[in-house]
């Protein structure tokens, strides 16, 4: 009679935490990771994975992915866990309720939004618990100005709220709203810190950048963190940094060393992708980045921005719509040192920024698969964590300006175990999750290192990683022999238990 459910057989098995790394077997019975040793006894169903890794899935705290057809692509780029943590929603109960009725490739959660919360205290929207409304309104200029006391306690109060319907944390989403004043972010903080809840911040414009602004963005975080106590979560250091990465990863190192909580994550890109109506694309302010209108392809149309006038055009028609940004030059040796040091900062996590799915053509079916060829989005929704993987353990262009490789271990570290750290305290379910080892949920990728690497590109954006063998989340496979499984929705609500 068999033991298991489910045992993966003969692989590389490597826990971050324990630091086992060695070949052995893994047991799963049900959602959970029953044994990890030699010889294990049979199981139900059985995986010869010699040659493999087999490690925690990776936990993604910075998806803006909200369907089952964009979860399925993150699946595929070995993440069994997807936060929206940046943004958030809200009303946040409404938004977790959502998403169980559709069903979850992967498991999901949200934090609560500042940026919501002042659209609806500050500029009088409506909030329904989609990213849609995020988007809809982020161009608008009534939620961007310095915010009244009455408006600034309205706000807190949805803050407050959220948090105690088991939001994870507190998105901020500060440099959308460059006319708020610092000291509601010092209010804020004190609210995550009295919640023990981090926040997760998308830094206000930093003094290279925009010399008036009305603090840098990267001493603007440490200084809540020291101020408050608060766990300050610096979002996409990169993309806000560009070449001032290595000042601002002083300024973190700085705050670490004096004892505050300020953790960062990175992507390994060199565009972004944001809402064309964001503050900082306007046409006035493009200079400060070094952009300009053809600088940007607008998603929903593959076009490349012709002028300042077309510019104006679709921030007026569409401020909702997709963009992609052109920050730093892939193709250049120092601006990819640039991108690497961002994510081997030690400490860092490894985080895609995921962006929704936009069709050119008609919208299919939520649950197609595969998914049409006009499907559209930016290549780190496909492919972050497997191109991280390959530049930080693999990749040896550049690695003179950019740092040495890293053990792999210290790697996916960065992918499962680290993310789960941040969120563990307030989160008792992340206390099971980045870990492989008995007891730990059955959150599992099993990858070839050989291989292991993105194939989505800015032109097929869509294309899955390569080497992701299988994907168990909570036990079942969610990708089997590189092949996605269309009818399986095993993910689960990743909730917090209020103070």
Known sequence: MSEWDTVLRGGRVIDPESGLDAVADVAVDGDHVAAVGQDLGPGRAEHDVTGLVVTAGFIDLHSHVSTVAGLRLQALDGVTTALELEAGVSPVDAAYRAAAAEGRPVNYGFAASWGLARMAAVGGAALDGRLDSMLSNLGRSEWQREATPAEVTALLARLSADLADGALGIGVLLGYAPGSDPAEYLQVAALAAEAGTPTFTHARDIIELVPHTRADGAEEIVRAAGETGAHMHYCHVNSTSQRHIDRVLGVVARAQAAGSRVTTEAYPYGSGMTGIGAAFLAPERLGERGLTPSSLMYAPAGERIASLERLRELRRTDPGGLVIIELLDEADPADRALLRRSLAFPGAIVASDAMPLTWTGPEPDPLAWPLPGDAFTHPRSAGTFARSLRLLTRDTEGLSSGGGPLGLAEALSKC??????????????????????????????????????????????????????????????????????????PGRPVRADPR
């Open 416 to 489: 499962n175990l680290l993310p789960a750290r941040v969120l563990q305290d307030r989160v008792p379910a992340m206390r099971r999750k980045g870990r492989l080892q008995a007891g730990s949920d059955a959150d599992i990728v099993v990858f070839d290192p050989a291989t292991i690497s993105d194939r989505s590109s800015y032109a097929d954006s869509i294309r899955p990683s390569a080497g992701i063998r299988h994907v168990l989340v909570n036990g079942t496979l969610v990708v089997r022999d590189t092949e996605l499984v269309p009818s399986a929705l």
